[in-house]
Structure formats: C-alpha cells, structure tokens
C-alpha cells in the first residue's frame, strides 16, 4: 500500500473514530497493553536485528542507545499507555456554554483533529507513545520512524493497529511509512491530512513547513539552558546540572548550555566541571571558562549535542543570562537554579521558551513525567499547543447550537435581544 491510499484510507478511520465512545478507546488501549507484554520476544528480536544493521553502518553511540528497545522500554510504554487509560476522556468535553436568548442555547466541545501525520526519530518507543495518543484523542495516524529502526517499527505497528481493530477500532486508525518517498507524498496530502507534526533539527522543520500546505506543529531541537544564579546552592546546582546532563544524554530535553553566574565563578565553577567530567561529559566553554578550566572553546551556542559533551559559559548576571537564551535556545526548556524567588519570578517570566523552571533539572520537560500519559513531542512552536503535546495538543473543538426555531431576521430587527448569558446546563448531546 503506497502513501496516497494509507492516507485515504486514514482519512476514512478517522470519520468513524469521532463517534468513538470512551469505553472502546479504553479496552483498545488495554489491548495493546497486553500485546506488547505477550509479544515481548519477537519485538525484542526485531530491535536486535535493527542494532546489529546500525552499528555495522556506524550509527553513534548515543543514537544507537535512543535506538534501543529492550524490556525496560516496553515496561516503560506499557506504564505510559496505563496512565493515558486513567485520563479523563478528552472527546466531547464542554467547553464553553452560552445562553444566545432563552431556547438557544451555544456548547464548544472538544473534538479530534482528523488525520494527524507524525515523522520522529530513530526511538520505537515514540511509535508506542504518539500511536497510543492518538487513539486515546481519537485522530487516526500517519507514522514515519527513523529507517534505522525499521524492523522494529514494523512490528510495533503491526500489533498496536492490531489489538486495536480487535477492540473495535476502525482499520486504518495506524497506518506506517517507510521511505522518503512515502513523506514527499505526505507532504502533498493537504486533502487527507490534517496536521503534520515532524520531530527533529530546525532545518528539518523549516523543509517540511517549506515543502506542504498541511498545518505543522514544529517539534525542533532542543538547546536547552540551565542559569546557576549568584546565590545558587552549589549542592543543588551541581547534581541538578548532572542530572539535566546525564541522566539521559540523547534526548532533547537533556541540558546542551550550562550559564554560570560570574559573582559565583569562583567557587562553583571548578567543582562543576569536575562532576560532569566524572561522569564522561566534555566541556567546551566561553573564552574566560577556557582559561580557567583549559577546555576547547566553543564554535556554536546553538548546538544540541545529544552526546556526552556540554558548553559552559560565564555570564554578569540574570539580564545577561535570559538574554543569551533568548538569543541562542530554540524555545524548549530552561532551568534556573537560585534561592532567589525574584529572580526565578523574572526569569520565568522573560525567558521566552514553553518549559521554565526553579530549581529542577530539565529532564522534567517530558509528557508522562507531566501527567499526560505521554507526549508526540515537545512543541517549540507557540500555537496551538506548546511545550510536551500530550492528548489535549491533539485536540481541537466545536461549537454547537441548540435551538428551536430562531432566526437571524428576528434579531436584525430588534424582535429579539442577545442575552449572551454563562450556563451551567450540559448539552443534550
């Protein structure tokens, strides 16, 4: 089946899935659960054979370790997809009631997208998490993975679509791309798609909202900040930095800038950099940090590593840091670490990215570990959704009117007069 008729056939599920009532969604979720768990083994298998092709065509380390999908990362899907059956049914949930006069009466409900295309990187456990996020918002799915993991997407897509159609999801709620040509036509199904959600560099972004005429939710790379303030507690702001760091390096919420604040320099930037080279990391830095600590000066501050290496750079205080983020980040997530509630009030507020945080590692900017079950990326975009994208991203609404006769004409000629009043009363149907 080529792009064009998965598309189509795409577009036909998601007309059904809008009638989806929250106990179908919720045994399909169930099932999918179960089928993981039951086909561990050959999914296990499949991720084998795509690491063994990768690393003999010289995947990088990190890229093999997103790449991985062992039993841990099936627990972990499995963990996220029983969290999104604790949500609350997002469909169909009133938004707004409005008395126009008496008898005409206005509800906003939430409702699906339609068809929502998502193109992601070499991680099987996105396919799971963006897969299970839609059924759960009932919007049918284009999925295009990385062709390193090829083998296992393959199998994933195959039991997630499976289980679903057994629990009563229309076939074709899942539909998998494989190739480049696939995307080229995506990219021209204005008609049958909905919205594109392409994870990965600006540049890729900028090329899929250059190249289509469908609706982009950008998820771009993550340069990531974290401020150590002047009056950071260097404890704190020591492991929060390794953890932002290290806890998790090929990933785009993992911290690529670490901004020291030069009143603290003194004592806390050699103790800093001891801890990240103790655990593997590289340090590049400014020109004053390369005096200090002899590390490599650092060519780009906008550079997202996904590796074992960090910049570092010394700046005068608050003002300096918010603006060396604004100027260089990519709107993602940033960090200050300060016992300053003042301080991280004005951070929180000029620092123009759609995570800010106090005193917490940015590893934090994360679907599941916000609630939402899961995430099909973290948008830098500012409409219409920001930060992780869970199931309300996916989202939009409605507006219905329940009337009994009126007509326009009666208004127009003063006859009748717009109450325009707040109600409590839920809409029929």
Aim: hydrophobic share 45%; glycine share 8%.
């Amino acid at each position: 089946m080529n792009a064009n008729e998965m598309a189509v056939r795409a577009r036909i599920a998601s007309r059904q899935m809008m009638a989806l009532d929250a106990h179908t969604k919720e045994k399909a979720l169930n099932n999918i659960a179960a089928a993981l768990l039951e086909n561990e083994p050959a999914i296990l298998a499949a991720n084998q054979t795509d690491l063994e092709r990768s690393a003999r065509d010289g995947l990088a380390a990190p890229l093999l370790k997103r790449l991985k999908f062992d039993l841990a990362k099936i627990q972990d899907v499995v963990a996220g997809i029983n969290s999104l059956i604790e949500l609350t049914e997002p469909v169909g949930q009133t938004l707004l009631m409005t008395e126009l006069e008496p008898g005409l009466d206005l509800y906003r409900v939430s409702s699906p997208i339609g068809v929502i295309g998502v193109i992601f990187e070499s991680r099987p456990d996105a396919l799971v998490q963006i897969s299970t996020l839609c059924l759960k918002s009932s919007n049918a799915v284009l999925l295009k993975g990385g062709s390193e993991a090829l083998e296992t997407n393959r199998i994933l897509a195959e039991i997630i679509h499976g289980a679903g159609v057994a629990a009563g999801m229309p076939d074709g709620w899942l539909n998998l791309l494989e190739t480049r040509a696939d995307v080229n036509t995506l990219l021209e199904m204005d008609q049958d798609v909905d919205l594109l959600i392409p994870r990965g560099s600006n540049e890729f972004v900028r090329y899929i909202m250059d190249h289509t005429r469908i609706p982009v939710l950008g998820h771009a790379d993550g340069v990531c900040h974290l401020y150590l303030a002047d009056d950071a507690e260097q404890q704190m702001a020591i492991e929060l930095a390794v953890d932002s760091k290290t806890q998790y390096v090929a990933v785009c919420n993992a911290v690529e800038t670490i901004l020291v604040d030069r009143a603290c320099a003194d004592s806390l930037l050699l103790p800093l950099a001891q801890a990240l080279s103790a655990r593997g990391v590289e340090i590049f830095g400014c020109e004053e940090t390369c005096r200090r600590l002899g590390c490599q000066p650092v060519t780009d501050w906008h550079t997202e590593y996904l590796d074992y290496k960090v910049s570092l750079k010394i700046v005068d205080h608050l003002d300096a840091a918010i603006e060396h983020i604004n100027r260089f980040g990519s709107g993602h997530t940033e960090s200050i670490v300060t016992a300053d509630s003042q301080k991280a009030r004005q951070f929180m507020l000029m620092v123009d990215s759609g995570n800010v945080f106090w005193n917490a590692s940015t590893r934090f900017s994360d679907g599941f570990r916000y609630g939402f079950g899961a995430e099909v990326g973290i948008s830098t975009s500012k409409i219409h959704a920001r930060g992780p994208v869970g199931v309300e991203g996916l989202l939009t609404y409605k507006y219905k009117l329940f009337g009994h006769g009126q007509k326009v004409s009666e208004f127009a000629a003063g006859e009748k007069i717009f109450t325009h009043r707040h109600m409590d009363r839920p809409a029929p149907f």
